[in-house]
């Protein structure tokens, strides 16, 4: 029997996301998930493929918006689909601020994320 991903388990993830917990975000990513990040050169954003690199992004993120968050977060899991709703705000080294409202679309297999497409508003950074 195949294992189920759970609206608490998302909400267990931007929980640690909110940590900066890497180890706890990565424990409902597949080893071979795909991360199409917000901002990127692509329609797609940024496409990151695998565990190790997404862990490795998460962590990037963090270390530039030492104040990283994800607020307001709210799930639902239907079939092999999944949707997360949050308002994400951080603030850069240079001291620009950001605050928007976004989602992550999930694709899941096994009680597991294999893709993980974040969107976010486009709403420019103001000074904090």
């Given at each position: 029997m195949s294992k189920t991903l759970t609206p608490q388990d998302l909400a267990d993830t931007f929980d640690a996301f909110n940590r900066h917990d890497v180890d706890a975000v990565m424990t409902h990513f597949a080893d071979d998930c795909v991360f199409y990040a917000v901002g990127g050169d692509h329609a797609y954003g940024a496409k990151?493929?695998?565990?190790?690199?997404?862990?490795?992004?998460?962590?990037?993120?963090?270390?530039?918006?030492?104040?990283?968050?994800?607020?307001?977060?709210?799930?639902?899991?239907?079939?092999?689909?999944?949707?997360?709703?949050?308002?994400?705000?951080?603030?850069g080294a240079d001291g620009m601020r950001i605050e928007a409202q976004g989602a992550d679309l999930f694709t899941l297999r096994d009680g597991k994320i294999i893709v993980k497409q974040a969107l976010r508003k486009s709403r420019p950074p103001f000074k904090a």
């Open positions: 990151i493929e695998g565990a190790e690199a997404i862990a490795k992004a998460f962590s990037g993120v963090w270390a530039g918006m030492k104040d990283a968050h994800w607020d307001h977060h709210s799930h639902f899991v239907h079939g092999d689909r999944a949707v997360s709703e949050w308002t994400f705000s951080g603030t």
